[in-house]
């Protein structure tokens, strides 16, 4: 079973709020993503990390979203002022390398009123 | 762009019964085929991988191979049972390109009476 621990499972927020979520990978992967799964169970790839470096993320991360992943410290993923349609399930993965394969966390459900 | 095609949204069988769901991908370069299971409140689980033409991947009873021939990865079990009913994801992830990211296939709930 994976071992991504994902912080909070919920968070609720007003529009224009900001929205904070945190992600431990697994021990020794250095490779991390994050996913947003919306209400019809589609994924969106929001951003990859290898070793605290930025590899790539799509135009809609570069402007309301931000994201790090600090050494000996949890990765983040901020939502800077929310809106309705943010409202869907943050997951974070974890990989050992390169294209090898990902383990996901239960995931942070966000709801912007 | 790569993309994942799973043909059936909604599966329902009864226990005992035999399990097929499609997959069919497109890819430009040789991608590397998942099959994830995922539960209500939780995140996806890897069932197993397969990266190469005619590689079997295979775990709790599933199993699926890789056909470059026919762009497919279709996910068999002879017999389920109650407790694997649960969302099933095809996946793939093309390693030599320069976003290792997952593509997704829209998903097949699976749901199994007893």
């Known amino acids: 079973n994976s071992k991504v621990i994902q912080t909070p499972r919920y968070l609720v927020k007003g529009q224009g709020q900001k929205a904070k979520m945190r992600c431990i990978p697994e021990?020794?992967?250095?490779?991390v993503f994050w996913y947003q799964q919306n209400k019809n169970n589609e994924f969106k790839f929001l951003i990859n990390?290898?070793?605290?470096?930025?590899?790539?993320q799509i135009d809609m991360t570069e402007k309301r979203f931000s994201a790090e992943c600090p050494s000996n410290s949890p990765c983040s993923l901020e939502i800077q002022s929310s809106e309705a349609g943010d409202s869907a399930l943050y997951l974070c993965?974890?990989?050992?390398?390169?294209?090898?394969?990902?383990?996901f966390g239960p995931g942070t459900r966000l709801t912007v009123l | 762009g790569d993309s994942v095609t799973q043909t059936e949204g909604q599966v329902a069988l009864s226990e005992e019964d035999f399990l097929t769901i499609h997959c069919n991908y497109s890819?430009?370069?040789?991608?590397?085929l998942f099959w994830y299971v995922q539960y209500p409140g939780e995140g996806p689980q890897l069932l197993f991988r397969?990266?190469?033409?005619?590689e079997k991947g295979s775990s709790r009873g599933f199993e699926a191979t890789y056909d470059k021939g026919t762009t497919s990865f279709h996910l068999r079990k002879a017999s389920v049972q109650e407790s694997d009913s649960a969302v099933y994801y095809c996946?793939?992830?093309?390693?030599?390109?320069?976003?290792?990211?997952?593509?997704f296939g829209k998903g097949t709930k699976l749901s199994v009476k007893s």
């Open positions: 397969a990266s190469r033409d005619k």
């Open positions: 890819a430009s370069g040789y991608p590397t």
């Open positions: 990390f290898q070793n605290q470096e930025v590899l790539q």
């Open positions: 996946a793939l992830s093309d390693p030599g390109g320069s976003n290792a990211k997952l593509t």
């Open positions: 021990k020794g992967h250095p490779v």
């Open positions: 993965a974890s990989s050992l390398s390169w294209g090898r394969e990902q383990y």
